[in-house]
């Protein structure tokens, strides 16, 4: 069982950044791939960013790619979403999710509750 608590969001204007946390709870989160997703008003939730869990292997939308990067220390147990360049279309909610599988894939098996992001313009 994983727990994951998200933090760092808020108010930025648009060009502006943010780097969001997500603290896991459990043994065994270094084994497990961590992805980044959000979900916009009226919105589906889509994909952002996932790391494999050693990190050697990232994935991005292309929507981010190039303003975003996402990382993890598995001695602290945290993964991590910076986010550089903000626009007025990255406002939404920012959820960090867990994958026992250590390579990023379509399903999630943990997630946290969220933290927002509103990108003012």
């Known amino acids: 069982q994983v727990q994951l608590v998200e933090s760092g969001g808020g108010l930025v204007q648009a060009g502006g950044s943010l780097r969001l946390s997500c603290a896991a709870s459990?043994?065994?989160?270094?084994?497990?791939?961590m992805g980044w997703f959000r979900q916009a008003p009226g919105k589906e939730r889509e994909f952002v960013a996932a790391i494999s869990w050693s990190g050697g292997s990232t994935y991005y939308a292309d929507s981010v790619k190039g303003r975003f990067t996402i990382s993890r220390d598995n001695a602290k147990k945290t993964v991590y979403l910076q986010m550089n360049s903000l626009k007025p279309e990255d406002t939404a909610v920012y959820y960090c999710a867990a994958r026992p599988s250590g390579v990023p894939g379509d399903e999630y098996d943990y997630w946290g509750q969220g933290t927002q992001v509103t990108v003012s313009s």
């Open positions: 459990g043994r065994t989160f270094s084994s497990y791939a």
